[in-house]
Nanobody, 116 residues
Framework: VQLQASGGGLVQAGGSARLSCTVS????????MAWSRQAPGKEREFVAR???????SYEDSVKGRFTISREIAKNTVYLQMNGLQPEDTAVYYC???????????WGQGTLVTVSS
């Protein structure tokens, strides 16, 4: 299983961005998918998750601003980010987990920089 994240870049505060995570090697409907982020000098933190049945969950600071979704036909998971703030600046990583995977699998990360 391989994950390819894309969609990062420079965004002005209050703006939006959409990240994509395309999975190869396994259908995403069989995987719990998540986005995490790591800001400069900080530890990686959970952002959002979509599990097998499509249920979603979010870290408190992004609730109401970020939306995780998946497109089964494209084997891709998205993170729509609205109302971006400078504190959202981070490298964003997608990950995949399953009971049949010993450890979660991580993508390479994509940098989102929010300017004030």
């Amino acid at each position: 299983v391989q994950l390819q994240a894309s969609g990062g870049g420079l965004v002005q505060a209050g703006g939006s961005a959409r990240l994509s995570c395309t999975v190869s090697g396994r259908p995403i409907r069989s995987l719990h998918m998540a986005w995490s982020r790591q800001a400069p000098g900080k530890e990686r933190e959970f952002v959002a998750r979509i599990i097998l049945n499509g249920a979603t969950s979010y870290e408190d600071s992004v609730k109401g601003r970020f939306t995780i979704s998946r497109e089964i036909a494209k084997n891709t998971v998205y993170l729509q980010m609205n109302g971006l703030q400078p504190e959202d600046t981070a490298v964003y990583y997608c990950s995949a987990a399953s009971l049949t995977l010993r450890d979660p699998i991580w993508g390479q990360g994509t940098l989102v920089t929010v300017s004030s």
